[in-house]
């Protein structure tokens, strides 16, 4: 049986014990329902293979070699992942259209005993709900945009305000990048994964409340935001947090610990700035990083490239703007500033 999905949130509340994507991995490594396991009924050169019958020779030996492997495949997992799984278990298997890999498994798995169900129109059906949610609908939330200089621990603090009864979005979080060129953290998520986690997140949100959204560019990282967010972002009121620079240098050397623990990787990124500035400065700042002069690094990076590209920036927006000074960014500091946030972003709406 075949269920259809009319909203992100009818996954949940159908209660399948697993979700089980039947695509091929590389499909499955670029975007995936929430919380599915990869069982594949064909491998990446499976489904190269197959489809190459399916062009050159005829499709219904393209038919028959692909229910052979598939056979082979669901062979595997059942003697495998799918072994202890119970009489009572209750299965959703997915492909990309809801056609032959899925139904093929489920059928499988239907003949078992388990009660299996299949999503109508599989990946591509849900990939649907996810466009609509972030591009056709209008930002479900009013939004209030959390501000400031480079080093000023936003991340940290919108971190803290969910604590305080605030809801916020973490864009940074999910799409795995800190917003700037010094931000890689390891792989970024696919386009359409982040799309997918950033409308189950959005999913989760009470519309009567304020969301607050950390400050960023039109794109995190690789990951471009949506225009239906964007445009939210920009017209928000804001609040920004305003501190020295020789407090946010200090904090930055803490925050980027795995960048400063690497120096060359650190003067390779620095590398990447050399379009935008003196070649002198550069090497200066490369040859800071390569003494483990780290605060002054980061302080002249602040002073020369960061600050001065923020200035610009907000001198361009026209949103409601309040501004919280902030001594330091010591543990005391931040819970404090958290308490100023979570006031302000009451007072915003």
Not at 22 to 45: F, K, M, N, Q
Not at 120 to 141: H, I, Q, S, T
Not at 205 to 232: H, M, N, Q
Not at 318 to 324: D, G, N, T
Request: charged share 20%; glycine share 10%; aromatic share 6%.
């Amino acid at each position: 049986m075949a269920i259809t999905l009319t909203s992100l949130t009818d996954l949940a509340a159908h209660g399948f014990d697993d979700i089980i994507d039947a695509r091929a991995p590389a499909e499955y490594a670029e975007d995936h329902l929430p919380g599915a396991i990869s069982l594949p009924v064909l491998d990446d050169a499976e489904r190269a293979r197959v489809g190459t019958i399916y062009k050159q020779v005829t499709p219904f030996t393209a038919r028959k070699v692909g229910a052979a492997l598939v056979a082979q495949n669901v062979a595997q997992h059942l003697q495998g992942p799918l072994a202890d799984k119970p009489g009572g278990w209750r299965p959703l298997v997915y492909c990309w259209r809801g056609g032959q890999r899925s139904g093929s498994f489920a059928l499988i798995l239907g003949q078992v005993g388990w009660r299996v169900e299949t999503i109508a129109g599989g990946y591509k059906a849900w990939r649907a709900l996810v466009v609509k949610a972030l591009y056709d609908a209008p930002f479900p939330c009013p939004v209030v945009v959390l501000d400031g200089n480079t080093g000023s621990a936003k991340t940290e603090v919108l971190n803290m305000l969910p604590a305080r009864g605030v809801q916020v979005l973490d864009l940074e979080g999910l799409a795995n990048h800190r917003g700037s060129v010094f931000g890689h953290r390891g792989g970024q998520p696919s386009q359409k994964a982040f799309d997918c986690a950033l409308a189950m997140a959005i999913s989760r949100l009470d519309p009567t409340r304020p969301v607050v959204i950390e400050a960023e560019s039109a794109k995190v990282g690789e990951c471009r935001l949506p225009s239906g967010i964007w445009k939210a972002m920009t017209a928000a009121p804001r609040v920004a947090i305003a501190t020295g620079v020789a407090a946010r240098a200090a904090y930055l050397v803490q925050a980027y610990g795995d960048m400063v623990a690497d120096g060359a990787r650190l003067v390779r990124v620095i590398e990447r700035l050399r379009p935008l500035h003196a070649a002198e400065r550069i090497e200066t700042w490369q040859a800071m990083a390569g003494a483990g002069a780290f605060v002054d690094l980061a302080a002249g990076l602040m002073q020369h490239h960061y600050d001065p590209r923020y200035d610009k920036h907000r001198a361009r927006q026209e949103a409601r703007f309040v501004e919280i000074e902030a001594a330091g960014l010591g543990p005391d500091d931040l819970t404090r500033l958290a308490d100023q946030v979570a006031e302000a972003v009451r007072a915003a709406i």
